[in-house]
């Protein structure tokens, strides 16, 4: 009888520790290789950027994209501390959000001025891409105008590439909705960039808002996608209005290079919020990056 209690005693062990193993494996998906927009965290950010960028490390995340340069700093931090309060939490800043209007006659000069300090503050906080979230309300009221913001982006694009950074633009749903003289703002873009000058950040959720399917984009314009905001109404997954694996089936096509999640609408505080997007991506399987 002892014996044979105490076979059964190792047995069930061995089963705990069997099922154990297999549900904690099922709770620590690998981690992937995605970036956060920082603008998810805006609130709190805005009071402790320290604390702020050292949550975002242990959510998971291996880089972030800030959108608060201003006047040659990131978030009031100079360039090479920033880097420095990123790396030391083993991240990278690989993008950030930010730009000026089109420049007209009276202020053209001043435009590239702080363009070539931007992109030198870009430089020293390590950053490989500058993205560019809006146009000026020129850009949808005519063909010229929008043109005009083409050839613009054209020129930032080339004053990047000889500092070895990329240039590009985001988008909301109004490129992809908007239509002048029978062309949509978006191809008119696409159609008048140059791709080694201009590359594009695919909004994920902003162009299913504006009644497109980022995957023909990604067929009729490959390699133009170089970055992705992976975003939903709220938390990443939690609305089911965006099919995000038939999306990812596009990926290669795309040229997608680096994944961003951002989150601009909340069920929970900011934090849940981002956390619980890079869980979902993390243990989704089609959820493949680049690099």
């Known amino acids: 009888m002892k014996k044979s ?27 992937k290789n995605i970036g956060l927009q920082l603008y998810s965290l805006r609130d709190s950010i805005r009071h402790d950027v320290p604390g702020t960028i050292a949550k975002v490390n242990k959510m998971g995340y291996k880089f972030v994209e ?10 009031d931090m100079e360039p090479a501390a920033f880097k420095a309060l990123i790396e030391a939490n083993n991240m990278t800043m690989l993008s950030s959000h930010t730009g000026r209007p089109i ?24 950053a490989k891409y500058i993205v560019q979230p ?24 080339e004053k990047c590439n000889a500092k070895g950074i990329r240039f590009g633009y985001h988008n909301h749903d109004k490129e992809l909705s908007t239509k002048l003289d ?12 140059d791709p080694s000058k201009v590359m594009f950040e695919i909004d994920l959720y902003w162009a299913v808002v504006g009644g497109a399917n980022p995957v023909d984009y990604f067929n009729k314009y490959p390699g133009r996608f170089e970055l992705w905001h992976i975003k939903d109404k709220e938390e990443i997954g939690a609305s089911g209005m965006m099919d995000f694996a038939a999306i990812w089936a596009g990926v290669a096509k795309s040229g997608m290079q680096y994944g961003i999640v951002e989150v601009e609408r909340y069920n929970f505080d900011e934090f849940t919020s981002c956390k619980k997007s890079i869980d979902f991506l993390n243990a989704a399987d089609y959820v ?4």
């Open 5 to 31: 209690s105490f076979s059964t005693v190792v047995l069930l062990f061995t089963v705990a520790s069997i099922i154990s193993s297999a549900c904690y494996s099922c709770n620590t998906a690998p981690k």
């Open 66 to 75: 800030p959108a608060g340069y201003a006047d040659g700093k990131f978030y």
């Open 103 to 126: 420049p007209d006659s009276t202020n053209l000069e001043e435009t590239m001025a702080w363009w070539d300090a931007c992109i030198e503050a870009h430089v020293a906080a390590g």
């Open 134 to 157: 809006s146009m000026g309300r020129s850009a949808y009221e005519s063909l010229e105008g929008l043109k005009a913001y083409c050839d613009y982006f054209n020129a930032i694009g």
């Open 182 to 193: 029978g062309q949509t703002i978006y191809d008119f873009m696409l159609a008048n960039t």
């Open 288 to 291: 493949v990056m680049p690099k």
